[in-house]
């Protein structure tokens, strides 16, 4: 695939993820519940998460408001979370963070990020950076305060 063409491909995921957000109902029973905005944008991500009793993230709702990046960011975040442990999405926000700093990746962890690679290209833009990585903050906020921390 040409970088034109993948350009074009990682837009439209980009869009498609803005323009019909995932998981975005509300959980009023979730384990982790945790909130965030950036102020000097609008930029706004509510997040829940309900648990399994191994751990694992059974079901996640996502909400807000903000630019298409920041908000994409959060849908596919949520795809990307489910089934995966508190320990994994740790260390899936680690990798997206990582990425978007322009580090280089192995395959193996390119292969892990799945569509997340999407957002890759907002790391042209410095100051799009915070907008793709607010609802991986607002996770590591729900999660401390779960763990209590």
């Known amino acids: 695939m040409q ?4 350009d074009d491909l990682y837009r439209e995921v980009i869009l498609d993820h803005y323009r019909t957000r995932r998981n975005s109902q509300r959980l009023p ?7 965030g905005n950036n102020p000097f944008c609008g930029d706004e991500v509510f997040l829940q998460l309900r648990l399994n009793r191994d751990g694992t993230i059974q079901e996640i709702g996502n909400q807000g408001q903000g630019c298409s990046i920041s908000q994409a960011s959060s849908s596919l975040m949520s795809d990307a979370l489910k089934g995966r442990t508190l320990e994994e999405a740790g260390a899936l926000r680690e990798l997206f963070r990582r990425m978007l700093a322009g580090e280089q990746l192995s395959d193996a962890e ?23 990585l607010l609802a991986w903050s607002v996770l590591e906020d729900g999660v401390k305060e779960y763990r209590g921390l």
Do not use: S, W, Y
Request: net charge negative; glycine share 6%; hydrophobic share 40%.
């Open 3 to 6: 970088p034109n063409e993948l």
């Open 29 to 35: 029973d979730a384990q982790v519940e945790a909130h």
């Open 110 to 132: 390119t292969e892990m990020l799945g569509e997340l690679e999407a957002l890759q290209g907002v790391r042209q833009f410095p100051v799009r950076i915070k907008c793709a």
